[in-house]
Nanobody
Framework: QLEESGGGLVQPGGSLSLSCTAS????????VAWFRQAPGKEREFVSC????????DYGDFVKGRFTISRNNAKDTAELQMNSLKPEDTSIYYC????????????????WGQGTQVTVSS
């Protein structure tokens, strides 16, 4: 199982850091991706990091505002989100794949329950 944490309410321009942890398996063996889905919208690719951490990809909308990382010694993955905008409001999910990074949610077999991020003044 995967579990996300760190979501919450933040003002526009603020920052949040999301974490993804695993139970029952070793996260460091997998590529980890973040997706998001807002009500009435399709699931959207946010970022992905390979098992080694050497391959990183971001969705076009990120534009340098988010940073994905992982700590394989602690078996966690993080998404640091800066300069948040109201349109970033969404449920954020982490997901894992044995097959490397991808922007296609269908390539990820295991998903967390999601954590709500709300950007509002």
């Amino acid at each position: 199982q995967l579990e996300e944490s760190g979501g919450g309410l933040v003002q526009p321009g603020g920052s949040l850091s999301l974490s993804c942890t695993a139970s029952g398996f070793t996260l460091s063996y997998y590529a980890v991706a973040w997706f998001r889905q807002a009500p009435g919208k399709e699931r959207e690719f946010v970022s992905c990091i390979s098992d080694s951490g050497f391959i990183i990809d971001y969705g076009d909308f990120v534009k340098g505002r988010f940073t994905i990382s992982r700590n394989n010694a602690k078996d966690t993955a993080e998404l640091q989100m800066n300069s948040l905008k109201p349109e970033d409001t969404s449920i954020y999910y982490c997901a894992t794949s044995l097959w490397g990074c991808s922007a296609d949610s269908a390539d990820f077999a295991t998903w967390g329950q999601g954590t709500q991020v709300t950007v509002s003044s």
